[in-house]
């Protein structure tokens, strides 16, 4: 039970999505030909909300739902980021969907979107195999 408020945000984010139509492949086709501001907007949206959420979190030193001190781990740049982002970016582009929208459009009953969310696990699973061997 107190995971319910989780599943309840990740429901509410779900429908979002959805009504935002950024699940839509025609979207998600439309910026990669660089035809539509729609997805840009959404996502620089994001960045904004993200960045002046952290000011926010840093500026009040504001506290999680538990109570708990909120630490930002600056992350340092590696070369794996580089070529990871292109592999994310081209499955993004090869199935119309990045993880969040994923499940978000399984949940609306697009059943084909089992095969991306299954290869998702499998490479996540893959990853984590090989993960020591990589450049971190």
Known sequence: MKYLKF??????????LTKAEVLSWY??????LFQSIHMFGIIGLAVVTGA???????????KALGGEDINIVKKDYHK?????GIIFGLGWALTGSCPGPMFALL????SVVLVIVLSAIAGTFVYGLVRNTLPH
């Open 27 to 32: 979207r998600i086709h439309e910026m990669f």
């Open 7 to 16: 599943f309840i945000i990740g429901m509410y984010f779900g429908v979002v």
């Open 80 to 84: 794996g980021l580089l070529p990871g």
């Open 52 to 62: 002046l959420s952290i000011f926010i979190i840093k500026r009040w030193n504001i």
């Open 107 to 110: 949940g609306n009953g697009y």
